[in-house]
């Protein structure tokens, strides 16, 4: 084998390695959540947008135009931007647009309007016609919600965000931010409490810089090698 052949060959095995290391799960840093509990709204949302890249979202929906009190959006598609489909998986179907001050067991939406849900599982938000990075909303009226994540590619994983007060404006944040996991395809939400409650302000898509963690580590790393390859 030639000097340049075996050079050649080295570099190969060293870049192998490093991508054998980069889909190693144990390389890979979690999803990220962003909890507000209740007096630090501002505050959770600006670390969410740091960590998600992005000074606004791709996407928002606050429910205030282009809706009437009452409306079921449940399974409807083409209502929201981005391809989103928000769907009660139980047998009522039921997520419907709410405008009435109190009218979410006791709890205003944000603004006038508000996407009421009846606390069975699931409330989906199905993303899979353009999976995102980062999704954030504020939380209504519950005792408590658990949180199924879907990414590109099937793995999903669990998270949860606890109560809010339960009259008045009780709007919580709660956000989420890929970080190195796959895109997210679909959230399904298990929320208790007294058969009412709502989410309002959503944002979502995806991010325009470059993600951190390991794809940062992976890039540095084949960097490093072709710099050596072209010194040799
Ligand atoms: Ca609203
Ligand atoms: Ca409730």
Not at 197 to 205: C, F, H, Q, S, V
Request: charged share 15%; aromatic share 10%.
């Amino acid at each position: 084998m030639s000097h340049r052949r075996a050079t050649r060959s080295r570099y190969l095995r060293s870049l192998a390695s490093l991508l054998l290391l980069g889909t190693t799960p144990a390389a890979f840093a979690a999803l990220q959540t962003f909890n507000s509990p209740g007096t630090d709204i501002d505050a959770t949302r600006d670390a969410w947008l740091l960590a998600s890249g992005i000074a606004s979202a791709q996407y928002e929906v606050d429910f205030e135009t282009g809706f009437s009190d009452g409306q079921n959006v449940s399974g409807l598609a083409g209502l929201f931007p981005g391809g989103l489909v928000i769907t009660d998986t139980s047998s009522a179907g039921s997520a419907r647009i709410e405008g009435t001050a109190g009218g979410v067991g006791g709890s205003n939406p944000v603004g006038s309007f508000a996407l009421e849900h009846n606390e069975r599982a699931y409330l989906a938000l199905d993303f899979s016609a353009a999976p995102i990075d980062y999704l954030a909303f504020r939380d209504i009226d519950h005792s408590g919600t658990q949180v199924v994540v879907s990414f590109v590619g099937g793995s999903t994983t669990t998270t949860s965000f606890e109560t809010t007060a339960v009259s008045g404006n009780s709007a919580e944040f709660f956000g989420l931010f890929r970080n190195d996991m796959p895109r997210i395809t679909r959230i399904e939400m298990d929320a208790g409490g007294d058969g009412a409650w709502a989410i309002d302000n959503l944002e979502y898509g995806v991010s325009t810089v470059p993600l951190p963690g390991a794809a940062w580590l992976l890039g540095g790393a084949l960097g490093a090698v072709l710099a050596k390859r072209r010194r040799g």
